[in-house]
């Protein structure tokens, strides 16, 4: 595996971690306030842990079988992806 | 109404968990999801897709060198342990043909009939049909993964996606919000 199939792979499951804490401070938030907003946040963080299991087995498990010249590419959506969800997840805690 | 919304937002703000405590439950729940599913798909064998083939038709009207389109499709590639058998079926209403341009395979389909090779050694295998040679065709054959990527490769077929829970929990909460959100709007 390349280093950027790694890569890809060690951020899709470090986001799946992080969807995985905004959906629950979703939930939390559903809970009290039943903000139709915050049930699109929920729809949005769960698409995006499916998004980021697929990426996780393409590039981890399947690699041998899709062209390695799109790693990189893989990696450069999986690293802003994080660096987008940490901006969120700063401005939800 | 704003200023209940802001202290309601306050409220809860107050009685979130610290963030590293909420990943840790998330890393948790993440990883007692995913590791025996990853154990697990470890021991599994993959018998259904070994036995996986890859279809070619002989195209309704091949004999006519106009047509276009004989083997359909008429270039595949396939992966030994994967789907390394191909089956040509003639759908056409005269015989024909597939011929490999080495030799080592040959057969002749009348109407309706069918023909099945299995490919193990990987290459680049041309063929054509003897009776009408305007019609051609290759197939690309893969070796199979090799064991050292990963320990589920072993068995030469495509690994079992092994974040089924993950992503059963992400539907779920799709689907639940979904219909909150829904019923939240009905209800105006």
């Known amino acids: ?93 | 109404m704003a200023a209940r919304n802001k202290a309601a937002s306050v409220r809860i703000k107050r009685r979130l968990p610290p963030p590293l405590v909420i990943v840790l439950i998330a890393s948790l729940a993440a990883l007692s999801v995913a590791i025996p599913a990853a154990i697990a798909q470890g021991t599994t064998t993959v018998g259904t897709i070994n036995t996986g083939v890859a279809n070619v038709s002989i195209v309704s009207g091949a004999q006519n060198p106009n047509n276009g389109v004989f083997y359909s499709p008429a270039s595949i590639t396939v992966v030994i342990g994967v789907n390394n058998t191909v089956v040509w079926t003639n759908h056409d209403t005269t015989n024909h043909t597939v011929v490999a341009v080495d030799n080592s395979y040959s057969d002749t389909l009348a109407p309706g009939q069918t023909f099945t090779h299995t490919y193990t050694t990987a290459g680049v295998y041309n063929y054509h049909c003897t009776i009408h040679t305007f019609m051609m065709g290759s197939v690309k054959v893969l070796a199979a993964p090799s064991s050292s990527t990963t320990s589920t490769s072993s068995s030469g077929g495509i690994p079992e996606f092994p974040f089924e829970g993950v992503v059963v929990i992400a539907v779920t909460a799709v689907v639940l919000a979904s219909y909150l959100l829904v019923r939240q709007t009905r209800r105006g």
């Open chain 1, 1 to 93: 595996m390349d280093v950027y199939a790694t890569a890809a792979t060690g951020m899709s499951l470090v986001n799946i971690v992080l969807l995985g804490g905004l959906l629950y401070l979703y939930a939390r938030m559903v809970s009290k306030t039943h903000a139709g907003y915050t049930y699109g946040l929920m729809i949005f963080s769960g698409l995006l842990v499916a998004q980021n299991s697929g990426m996780a087995y393409l590039c981890g498990f399947l690699n041998e079988y899709y062209n390695w010249q799109l790693s990189p590419y893989f990696a450069a959506v999986a690293v802003l992806e994080f660096g987008g969800l940490l901006v969120l997840l700063r401005i939800t805690v």
